[in-house]
């Protein structure tokens, strides 16, 4: 039996226009990323990582192709019918970090799933236990603009996780952390996907991408190669020895 991918791509294409002259940021790109797969996505600066991931969130418009979540195709969705497919399917992390300045962390990570359609208290639940695995709970009642840039991206990936999105997009997530932070954020990276959470994520790390399942990589705007992770050369995802092979 054969499952649904989550997110599909089918010669997916972004051109820019500058000063009247086309310039192509992804040129026909196919992607598959099945349930519970953590892909990588690498390549060196301009290779167009991050125009594609944005184009996979409706986040950027393509030019031409097709984007499919879940089996149904999203590319011909309005801005607000993928406003609202994001609220319901997709969470968001960024190199920086967006979070809502005149609300506390708290009501950063919780109104997403509250937007998603959760009750008050499930909401305030799954905020809590998001906040608590990343050494944030006593942070809850600060504003963003109180938090060191490794605090607000923490809180960034909670509010990212807090609706239980069936995709989770991050690009470049860990590109402004040190070490001790970096090492946060992959720990819930790694548990999240564990227990079954999508993920595809743009990073320059190796060590980051070493977490993946797979990673592909673009040049030029093409998949250059797209190859699994060979587990057996690597500690168990996720756990401590992981982290300090990848750190240390």
Do not use: C
């Not at 998001?130 to 490794?150: F, H």
């Amino acid at each position: 039996m054969t499952t649904t991918p989550v997110i599909k791509a089918v010669g997916l294409v972004k051109i820019y226009q500058t000063g009247g002259l086309p310039v192509p940021a992804v040129r026909g790109v196919d992607l598959v990323v099945e349930p519970g797969e953590f892909v990588a996505i690498m390549g060196p600066s301009g290779s167009g990582k991050s125009t594609f991931v944005h184009m996979l969130g409706g986040l950027e418009t393509r030019t031409s192709g097709e984007i499919w979540l879940d089996g149904k195709r999203a590319d011909t969705l309005s801005e607000s019918g993928w406003a609202v497919l994001r609220r319901q399917k997709v969470g968001f992390v960024f190199q920086f970090f967006n979070l809502v300045a005149n609300m506390t962390v708290a009501d950063n990570v919780e109104l997403p799933a509250l937007l998603g359609g959760a009750t008050p208290r499930h909401a305030r639940e799954r905020r809590e236990y998001l906040l608590a695995e990343l050494g944030l709970e006593e942070r809850a009642g600060a504003a963003p603009g109180q938090l060191s840039g490794g605090e607000q991206q923490r809180v960034a990936l909670a509010r990212a996780l807090a609706n239980h999105p069936r995709l989770l997009l991050a690009d470049e997530p860990t590109g402004n952390l040190d070490s001790r932070n970096t090492r946060d954020v992959l720990k819930l990276l790694g548990k999240v996907h564990r227990q079954g959470q999508t993920i595809v994520l743009v990073t320059h790390d190796a060590r980051v991408a070493s977490m993946a399942d797979r990673v592909v990589s673009l040049l030029d705007g093409q998949i250059v190669d797209d190859a699994p992770i060979a587990r057996l050369q690597r500690r168990p995802a996720g756990t401590a020895g992981d982290i300090v092979e990848l750190h240390g």
